[in-house]
Structure formats: structure tokens, C-alpha cells
């Protein structure tokens, strides 16, 4: 009767553990051009507008131990950018994860943050890529935002266009708020409304560590270290508060990863010209 008791607690034991651990994923960020002399003040609320300096224009690589290889953000390519923005050292973000030994067509899922064009703008890149979005920003982006000329700034019509065309395709998945359950090992995590409904990504490590991939819910570490909101926000309380949130959810503050940040490629290990990983 004891030998039996032992039996079924063990069982009891192996049920309620998980069957399978979080995938891990290898976290890489990718270079994929400048934009020179940018203003500090749009970037960090309240900072001296004759500071200028030159952003890194960023895509982030999750390659899964499951085999998913993922982008978070796809970067732009569009002709009007190369004109209204002084763009430097561009290689296309498609071709710009090879070095990682990954094709534009490989890659499985594309997490974008938000609508802006230099985010979203390279959606075609990667033509077999899922997309996922927080359907709050798709549905605003696709809908009321264009009633208004006030009410869609940085935000590309082509991309508009391209994104509803990549989900009557069936290639659109929409994350609603919070999400920890979808992928394995990656969490979406609403942002601080720098758009109508942005979003930040987090991943897990070989290393069991947790990444956070801030994208614009924090352009610079300069931020987080002086605990000041973006400039371009609708809503600059909230987005304190995701910057708190993300530090909280990563596993070493080091570990949250600003959007434009040049320093991010000082930081971690070089794997490349452009690339760093993020360990």
C-alpha cells in the first residue's frame, strides 16, 4: 500500500510539471543603417535641441531552438526615406541578417512593435514571414487613423496596404494586449504608447536569461538612465511606465535593449560588421 502511495505521488509530480521547457532562442541585434545628425530632442524628452547624433536604424534576430527564426521589426526600404532623411551605410534588412546564415526566405515570423515606416516599412522583405501585431494597432492603422491628417504621422500608406495584404493572405496573427502563451518562449508586452498600440518583445536564452527588445518604447539607454520619457509619445506617463515594466521583466538591466541606440554594438559580443548578440 506504501510502495503504491509512493507510485501515484510520483505521478501526481510528473503530471503537474510541464511537459516541455521554453524554447530558447539565440538573440541578435542587426545594423542595417544610419540615420545621421538626428536630433536628441526628438528622442529624449526635454534634451537640449542642438544635441545631434547618429542613430542606429536596428531589426532584432530570434533564431529558436524549435527552428522558428524570427524578426522583430523589418526595417524600411521605400525611396522617399533616402530624400527626407539623411540615411547612411544602408544594406537592405533582408540582405542584412546573412551573415547570420539566414535568408529573407527563411524566416518564419516577423513581431512588429508599431506602424511607423521605419519599423514596418520592410514587411515585403520577407515573403513566407507571419506577421504579429497587437490588433489595436492594426485595427487603428487600417481604419480611423486616415479620417484625420493629424492622426498618422510616421506612418506609410504602402505598409498600410502591405500588411492587410500579408493578412488576407492568412499571415497575420493579433495579439491581444499581454501575451505569454502564443510562442513558446517569447512574450509580447504592451508598450507605452508611443503609437496608437505598440508593443515590446521579450525572449528567452540558451542562458535562461531574459531579453527584452525595447524597440521604440525606449530610443536610447539614455532613457532608462535618466528615467525620461521618449519625445514622441502620445502618452508620456505611460510610457515611464513600460520603461519600469521592462526593466522589471528583464533578467539584468543590461539586458533591455533600446531601439536606436549606436552604443548597443559597443555592448555585447560583435558577430559581425553589423551584428551583436545579445547575451
Keep these: 500500500m506504501r510502495r ?4 501515484a505521488l510520483i505521478v501526481a509530480a510528473s503530471v503537474l510539471r510541464p511537459s516541455a521547457e521554453a524554447d530558447k532562442y539565440e538573440v541578435y541585434a542587426v545594423r542595417f543603417a544610419t540615420i545621421a545628425n538626428f536630433p ?10 542642438s544635441r545631434r547624433m547618429d542613430i542606429a536604424m536596428t531589426i532584432w534576430v530570434l533564431k529558436g531552438s524549435d527552428g522558428r ?12 526615406y533616402f530624400t527626407q532623411y ?35 516599412g520592410g514587411i515585403d522583405l520577407f515573403p513566407n514571414a507571419r506577421v504579429w501585431i497587437q490588433k489595436e494597432e492594426y485595427d487603428y492603422y487600417t481604419s480611423d487613423a486616415w479620417q484625420s491628417p493629424r492622426t498618422h504621422g510616421g506612418i506609410d500608406p504602402e505598409d498600410v496596404l502591405e500588411i492587410v495584404r500579408r493578412n488576407t493572405q492568412g499571415k497575420v496573427s493579433f495579439v491581444k494586449g499581454d501575451d505569454e502563451t502564443s510562442i513558446s518562449g517569447v512574450t509580447f508586452g504592451v508598450g507605452g504608447r508611443h503609437t496608437w498600440q505598440s508593443q515590446f518583445v521579450t525572449a528567452t536564452t540558451p542562458k535562461n536569461t531574459t531579453v527584452v527588445l525595447a524597440s521604440d518604447n525606449m530610443y536610447l539607454y539614455e532613457n532608462l538612465d535618466t528615467h525620461t520619457a521618449i519625445s514622441q509619445t502620445l502618452d508620456a506617463a505611460s510610457n515611464l511606465r513600460t520603461q519600469d515594466r521592462m526593466k522589471s521583466l528583464a533578467s539584468e538591466v543590461r539586458l533591455l535593449v533600446p531601439g536606436h541606440d549606436p552604443a548597443v554594438f559597443d555592448r555585447f559580443p560583435k558577430v559581425g560588421d553589423r551584428i551583436v548578440r545579445i547575451e
Excluded at 94 to 111: C, N, Y
Aim: glycine letters at 4%; aromatic letters at 6%; a negative charge.
Design 69 to 80: 527564426i524570427a524578426v522583430v521589426d523589418s526595417g524600411f526600404h521605400r525611396d522617399q
Design 4 to 7: 503504491l502511495t509512493i507510485v
Design 40 to 49: 536628441v530632442a526628438s528622442l529624449v524628452a526635454g534634451a537640449d535641441r
Design 86 to 120: 539623411a540615411v547612411k551605410d544602408f544594406v537592405k534588412p533582408s540582405d542584412a541578417i546573412a551573415p547570420l546564415g539566414i535568408s529573407a526566405e527563411r524566416v518564419t515570423d516577423l513581431f512588429i512593435t508599431h506602424m511607423h515606416w521605419d519599423h514596418a
